[in-house]
């Protein structure tokens, strides 16, 4: 499936989520995220991040399920760079979150912007670093919808849904 048939399929059901696997209707698995005091942090979360970033300003905590167990996510900025980074609680490292400029991507991703997307409104570009791997999510709108699009360095569409998609 092309990521502009997609887009349409999106637009006509609202509520469509495509991955590699290809495409899935309806309500897909859902990170619960709660909000909670940086201070409610385990330890070895808090040292994990100070010691990776300690120029970093925290602005928010919080804790979910990461595939079937308890994970916590710090929002932080540091000078420009914003940042999310989801700890296990043992403080290692899921996933790494970081906001980066459409000039920023590689440029297959550049190209599938500019020729599948010419009429969305960029809202957000990150680099996601999960072990060794790098993939870059585009959050967009159009018509009303909120999209999430997840590709690789060479532009291969890896997920699409509807922001939001998960709380129907």
Known sequence: MT?????VLL????????????????????????????HDLPDAVRTAFKGAHPQATIRECAKEVEAGKTAYEISSTEGKTRRDILFRE??????????????????????????ALTDHEIELVEKL???????????????GVSLE????????????????AEAE
């Open 149 to 164: 699009i997840v590709v690789d360095s060479t532009g291969k569409v890896l997920k699409i849904a509807a922001a939001g």
């Open 90 to 115: 043992d403080g290692a490292i899921v996933v790494v979150e970081e906001a980066i400029t459409l000039a920023d991507l590689p440029k297959p991703v550049q190209q599938l912007v500019s020729d």
């Open 11 to 38: 637009g006509s059901f609202g509520a469509i989520s495509v991955s590699a696997a290809g495409p899935s209707f309806g309500v897909e698995d859902a990170l619960q995220e709660q909000i909670v005091s940086c």
């Open 129 to 143: 670093m999960r072990d060794d791997t790098v993939s870059y999510e585009i959050q967009s709108k159009h018509a």
């Open 3 to 7: 990521l502009r048939t997609a887009l």
